[in-house]
C-alpha cells in the first residue's frame, strides 16, 4: 500500500512535466485530442443505421474495430513525430545540452503519448459499451497492447528515417496489412492485433495459453523496439546530419 501510496506521489509531482511534454507535442489545445476519437464511434453509428445495421458490432469487433482503429492511427501519428518533430523544430540539438541526458527527454515524450493513447482508450471503451456492445477486459489490454506496438515502430522509423511522413506511411501500411489477415483469422497469436474473441473454437485453456504468449511476448518485442530507438535516438551526430 506505501508503495502504491508513493508511486501515486511520484505521477502527482510529474504531472506539470508530463503536460509540459504533451503541449509541447500536440499544441495547447492537446486536450481535445481524446475527445477527436469519440467521431469514429458517431460514425461507425451513423453508417451502421443508415445502412441497415449491416455492419456488425459485437464482442468479436470491440477490440481492433470499435475501440482499437482509432487508437492505432493516433499512436501512428504521435509515434512518427516523437523525434521527427524534435529535427524538424530544431530543438533538437538543445535536447541533447539537457541535464541528465536526452533519453530523459524521449521517455517522457514516449509515457506522456502512451498517457493519451490510455485516456483515449478509456473514452472509447465507455462510447462502444454504451452504444454497441458489452466486452471482456482483455479487449481493453488487446487494444493498448497494440497501440503501444504500433506506437513504438513508428517512433522507431520516424529516428531511423527522420521523416514523420515516410515512418507514418511505412508503419500504417504494414501495420493496416497485418490487421486485416488478423482480422480474417490467418495469423492468429501471432500477430501484434490478437484477439481471443476470434477464436472461440480453440477451447479455454489454450485460448488463456495463446493470450499470455502473445501478452508476454509482445510487451518483450516492444520494449525492444523502444530500447532501440532510444538508441539510436543517442547517436547525436547522426540525428544532426
Not at 514523420?164 to 496489412?177: D, H, L, Q, R
Not at 485453456?205 to 520494449?223: E, P, S
Amino acid at each position: 500500500m506505501n508503495k502504491l501510496l508513493g508511486f501515486l506521489k511520484i505521477l502527482n509531482d510529474r504531472k506539470p512535466i508530463v503536460l509540459l511534454s504533451i503541449r509541447q507535442q500536440l499544441g495547447r489545445r492537446y486536450w481535445l485530442l481524446p475527445i477527436i476519437v469519440l467521431a469514429w464511434p458517431l460514425l461507425f453509428g451513423t453508417l451502421n443505421f443508415l445502412f441497415g445495421a449491416t455492419m456488425s458490432a459485437g464482442p468479436e469487433e470491440a477490440q481492433n474495430i470499435l475501440i482499437g482503429f482509432p487508437l492505432y492511427f493516433l499512436a501512428l501519428g504521435l509515434g512518427s513525430g516523437i523525434i521527427t518533430n524534435e529535427i524538424e523544430q530544431r530543438t533538437l540539438e538543445v535536447t541533447y545540452t539537457i541535464p541528465g541526458g536526452a533519453s530523459r527527454v524521449w521517455l517522457l515524450k514516449l509515457g506522456s503519448t502512451a498517457f493519451l493513447l490510455f485516456l483515449s482508450e478509456l473514452i472509447m471503451a465507455g462510447a462502444t459499451w454504451v452504444m454497441f456492445t458489452e466486452f471482456p477486459l482483455s479487449t481493453l489490454t488487446g487494444a493498448f497492447r497494440a497501440s503501444m506496438f504500433v506506437l513504438v515502430v513508428a517512433m522507431a522509423l520516424g529516428a531511423l528515417l527522420k521523416n514523420e511522413m515516410i515512418a507514418a506511411i511505412i508503419t500504417g501500411s504494414v501495420g493496416m496489412f497485418v490487421l486485416i489477415l488478423t482480422l480474417e483469422e490467418n495469423v492468429g497469436r501471432w500477430s501484434p492485433f490478437f484477439d481471443p474473441t476470434l477464436h472461440p473454437e480453440i477451447g479455454p485453456n489454450t485460448m488463456l495459453a495463446w493470450t499470455i504468449q502473445n501478452y508476454i511476448g509482445y510487451t518483450l518485442v516492444i520494449l525492444g523496439i523502444a530500447n532501440l530507438a532510444f538508441s539510436r535516438m543517442e547517436r547525436r551526430e547522426q540525428l544532426l546530419e
